[in-house]
């Protein structure tokens, strides 16, 4: 099986339909998903889900999310834990 890591924040609607993707991704393909940002949101996210198998999803915790209205550069330099690293 592959792995993929998924930046579960990056987006206008994340992380609701970001997780509603990868899940369904993991779902129909051979594939985990390793889903990065605060846990505890993109955790509450996963629960909506019935029947999701957990040995092909897994979270990852990041510290911090980069804006939309940052500077991409500035931002990855200032946030090393942000969740698109």
């Given amino acids: 099986m592959i792995w993929i890591a ?3 924040m990056g987006g206008d609607t994340a992380p609701g339909l970001v997780v509603d993707g990868a899940l369904a991704a993991a779902r ?7 889903l990065v940002g605060p846990a505890s949101r993109i955790g509450a996210q996963v ?4 029947g999701v198998d957990p040995s ?6 990041a510290g911090s999310v980069v804006d939309m209205s940052e500077s991409p550069s500035i931002a990855l330099r200032r946030k090393p834990d942000a969740s698109i690293r």
């Fill in 28 to 34: 129909h393909l051979d594939l985990g998903v390793a």
């Fill in 56 to 61: 092909r999803v897994r979270l990852v915790e």
């Fill in 47 to 50: 629960e909506r889900h019935a």
């Fill in 6 to 8: 998924v930046d579960a």
